[in-house]
Nanobody, 120 residues
Framework: QVQLKESGGGLVQAGGSLRLSCAAS????????MGWFRQAPGKEREFVAA?????????HYADSVKGRFTISRDNAKNTLFLQMNSLEPEDTAVYYCAVQRGSSWTQGYWGQGTQVTVSS
């Protein structure tokens, strides 16, 4: 059974940092693109960052986090990371990791989410 388990969320002051982890189990995802999404209260889920399956592990970021967040993966440990620096109150949300299936995120695998709260 495929499971994605996020960790590393918490409460941090504006300007601080957090590192999220997503441990995958049930199968290897080294050949899949993986990503992070977030959902703030009263808002729709939005894309944060993604990393490809390719050898170059190319990355993509939402404009709102570019330059502050870094996505990475450890295929040997089947784990995805999101380093978040210079956090802002607007980054407060539940963060979800996801595995893309085909060209679809919604048809992929999703974790339960981890709460990130940034105080001003």
């Amino acid at each position: 059974q495929v499971q994605l388990k996020e960790s590393g969320g918490g409460l941090v002051q504006a300007g601080g940092s957090l590192r999220l982890s997503c441990a995958a189990s049930g199968r290897s995802f080294s050949n899949y693109s993986m990503g992070w999404f977030r959902q703030a209260p009263g808002k729709e889920r939005e894309f944060v960052a993604a990393i490809s399956w390719s050898g170059s592990s190319s990355t993509h970021y939402a404009d709102s986090v570019k330059g502050r967040f870094t996505i990475s993966r450890d295929n040997a440990k089947n784990t995805l990371f999101l380093q978040m620096n210079s956090l802002e109150p607007e980054d407060t949300a539940v963060y979800y990791c996801a595995v893309q299936r085909g060209s679809s995120w919604t048809q992929g695998y999703w974790g339960q989410g981890t709460q990130v709260t940034v105080s001003s």
